[in-house]
């Protein structure tokens, strides 16, 4: 059965080009010249998706959208407003479009978008079959229903099953962590372990013990026999977080773990055979690390064949609502409070920042707004008080010291570790971030905190 969209506009010309554009595509089309009548039809018809022109006489679009939602749950609304109101596109997806044009736009360009939103509308539709069923597909702990999101959805759906290793890409917060879980979780390795290792938080000389294990006496300290990482995930996955972190020299008996599935631990001789596959994942561009001889090309391209790329926050701002309400409902039950939602003019604060740190930044805002809200709505004045603690480590630096009356030396020491203590609690505790923030390697965190003997966990939210 062809997928059904309906076309409001009001303009008979640019109706019947949609109409033909569409149609060619495959779809099934009705239409509506006024916003009154396209929601008496999205009522009545069993329509995938809504595409509705803003001016119209009588009700405009950004009114219908509501009455839309009421009329048609859970079918998407792709909004058209001309260029000199683009904003009002904006506004829109605000209010729960799931995305805008702005006239004219090319047909081509209509088409990759409508193509997204079936795709996504075919998933939910699996999803909810599968609900039905009495299952819990593990994709809906990803949240967001926006294009760049379903997309991500929909390769994760079609990787997560075959038996090849995965390289999943994006920025600090994007959530490759839960990507990685729902992975695994979807894989027919599921039932077996997941075991995690943060290249960037491990010192360069312990690193290849931990992963690949050693054997007793292999050096001082080595008093009996340990496995590695790979040997605990038997028949499971391995994680290796901030992969571009890899110590070069390591590089190439990875390789082979990544080729072969086998590598000696360290003073060992008989090769060990792993039955695990592996997900790694990094916040840098391996392309670069590998053109400025940080990172191997044999091990890039090895690892760059099924590869994930998560989109940062800034460009999927239309699943901030739905973020809100999940982090919210996260808060009130830390918290035991009891807030019921986000203003508008709070939500209109959150749609206009950039979100340097992402889903994690995020989250964070959200929960230090509902602690410092007084009501049942987070306010503007809530969220002014929660960025006040969450903007970047750069501005969150407190007065400097002068280092009058101590040396040189110890002055510098400490304004050292306050930068690191700010950096820390700008972060939320997370290293990886304020490394980032501070312009230092995370392992060259890591040596500076075991210098100040300065506990990240102290800076946890």
């Known amino acids: ?163 090849t290793d995965v390289l999943i890409m994006g920025e600090t917060g994007t959530g490759k ?58 028949t499971g996955s391995v994680m290796l977080d901030e992969i571009g972190d890899m110590p070069l020299h390591l590089q190439p008996k990875l390789l082979r773990a990544v080729e072969q599935k086998q590598a000696e631990r360290v003073g060992g001789a008989k ?27 044999d091990l890039y391209y090895r690892l760059n064949v099924a590869t994930l790329i998560l989109p940062p926050l800034r460009e999927r701002k239309s699943d901030l609502p739905q973020l809100a309400e999940f982090f919210l409902d996260r808060a009130n039950r830390r918290l035991g409070t009891d807030i019921v939602g986000v203003t508008a003019a709070a939500m209109e604060i959150f749609f206009n920042y950039d979100w340097p740190g992402n889903v994690r930044q995020f989250a964070n805002a959200v929960e230090r707004a509902a602690i410092f809200c007084t009501s049942t709505t987070i306010s503007p004045a809530d969220v002014d008080q929660a960025f006040s603690n969450t903007r970047p480590a750069a501005d969150a630096m407190m007065t400097l010291p002068t280092g009058e009356g101590l040396p040189l030396k110890q002055a510098l020491i400490d ?26 390697s995370a392992k060259n965190l890591w040596n500076k905190l075991k210098k100040h003997s300065i506990d990240p966990a102290a800076f946890k939210l």
């Not at 050693?214 to 590695?228: P, S």
């Not at 592996?278 to 990172?295: H, K, S, Y």
């Not at 306050?418 to 304020?434: F, P, Y």
């Open 271 to 297: 090769p060990i055979k792993y039955d695990v596959r592996i997900i790694a994942a990094t916040n840098q561009e391996l392309e670069q690390r590998v053109q400025e001889g940080q990172f191997r090309s």
């Open 1 to 163: 059965m062809a997928e059904r969209i309906l076309v409001v506009d009001d303009d008979r010309a640019f109706q019947g080009m949609l109409v033909e554009a569409l149609t060619d595509k495959g779809y099934e089309v009705d239409t509506a010249s006024t916003a009154e009548d396209g929601i008496k039809k999205a009522g009545a018809g069993d329509f995938d998706l809504i595409l509705h022109d803003i001016k119209l006489p009588g009700m405009s679009g950004l009114d219908a959208l509501p009455h839309l939602s009421d009329a048609a749950p859970g079918v998407d609304v792709i909004v058209m407003t001309g260029y000199a109101s683009k904003d009002s596109g904006v506004v829109a997806m605000q209010r729960g479009a799931y995305d805008y044009f702005t006239k004219p736009f090319s047909l081509s360009e209509m088409e990759v978008v409508v193509r997204r939103a079936m795709e996504k509308r075919r998933m939910q539709v699996e999803l909810q079959e599968l609900k039905r069923r009495g299952g819990a597909s593990p994709l809906n702990n990803i949240i967001g229903q926006s294009a760049p999101m379903m997309a991500v959805k929909e390769r994760i759906a079609r990787i997560a099953g075959l038996n």
């Open 415 to 440: 304004y050292e570790k306050m930068l690191i203590e700010n950096a820390l609690r700008a972060c939320g505790g997370t290293q990886t971030e304020a490394a980032r923030a501070l312009g230092v």
């Open 177 to 234: 962590e839960l990507v990685s879980d729902t992975i695994h979780a979807l894989s027919g390795r599921a039932k077996g372990p997941f075991v995690k290792i943060n290249c960037a938080a491990i010192p360069e000389n312990l690193i290849e013990s931990e992963l690949f294990g050693h054997e007793k006496g292999a050096f001082t300290g080595a008093n009996t026999m340990k496995q590695g990482k790979f040997e605990l995930a038997k």
